[in-house]
């Protein structure tokens, strides 16, 4: 094949990258991993995601409601980290376009499936 060590090395690190941007742009919903840039991305979220809404277990969990005593104790516990203002804290990374896509086409799942459910006419 003609194939050396640095040819072999070179394919294992593009696999290694590909990978990596895989990872950066999959989301785990209910359970289950998705590639955002995927070709049936679409329908299988919306699959998944009927799946999840049929039983409409769902709202309930969605509209949790907090005590301001919780609120407040969840916020002191993350603003207690590292001290001072000078930050010194590491940036979370930045979420990619296909993520921020996901979870605004989520978002438009969950809201028609609540109308659906508070109109009757459900699936």
Known sequence: MGLNTHDLMGEQERERRERLETE???ISF??????????????SLIDLADDKMSDGEWLTRSRRRFSLAEQAIR?????????????????????TEEI????????????????????????
């Not at 916020?75 to 590491?90: A, L």
């Not at 979870?103 to 969950?110: A, N, R």
């Open 24 to 26: 950066k742009r999959t």
């Open 30 to 43: 209910a359970g289950n991993p998705l590639d955002a840039r995927a070709a049936a991305f679409a329908r």
């Open 75 to 95: 916020k002191k516990s993350r603003s207690g980290q590292g001290g001072g203002q000078g930050g010194g804290g590491r940036r979370s990374a930045r979420t």
């Open 100 to 123: 921020r896509s996901a979870m605004g086409f989520l978002c438009e799942i969950s809201r028609a499936a609540s109308s659906r459910r508070s109109t009757g006419s459900g699936t």
